[in-house]
């Protein structure tokens, strides 16, 4: 029986940190569906359809990878799917206590679901979406923190300055 994962996030946008975490997650998992939270408040840089399309730009060519929108509960997509597992990246200490609460909500809706915990490459540990938007809004050049069509609708959206 083949295994399945789900890798939720905002993904607002994509960074090298979760890409390296897709890699991992496809060497432990033959199954990866990465979900992408819908944001009904419309209040990220990029649209949902564009954050999807982006992963799907940098996934091309790996195998067993899904991407799709969600709204709802977690669980019930992981459910859905026929997921066992659902994917989170540690980065830090001061990542945890948020992902620590949120895995205990998650077991205490549905017992039968882990979450599993990844390191991505400490060469990643410092990067998250809100960096990159910062950095990239004031000019700064996050080449080889995104990947490279991430790093392009950057530049085309955020206005020069
Ligand atoms: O990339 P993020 O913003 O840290 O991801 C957070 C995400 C999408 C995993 C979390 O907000 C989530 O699971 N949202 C779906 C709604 C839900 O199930 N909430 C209860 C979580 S305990």
Redesign the pocket.
Known sequence: MSTRAVY????DPLTNGHLDLIERSLRIFDELVVAV?TNPAKTGLFADAERVEMIREATEGFRAIEVVIFD????DLVARVGARAII?GLRAVSDFEYEF??AL??RKLREEIETVFLMPHEAYSYISSRLIKEVAGYGGRVTGLVPPGVEKRLLAKLPRR
């Open positions: 939720p996030g905002s993904f939270v709802g509960l977690l669980v989170r609460q949120m909500m998650n």
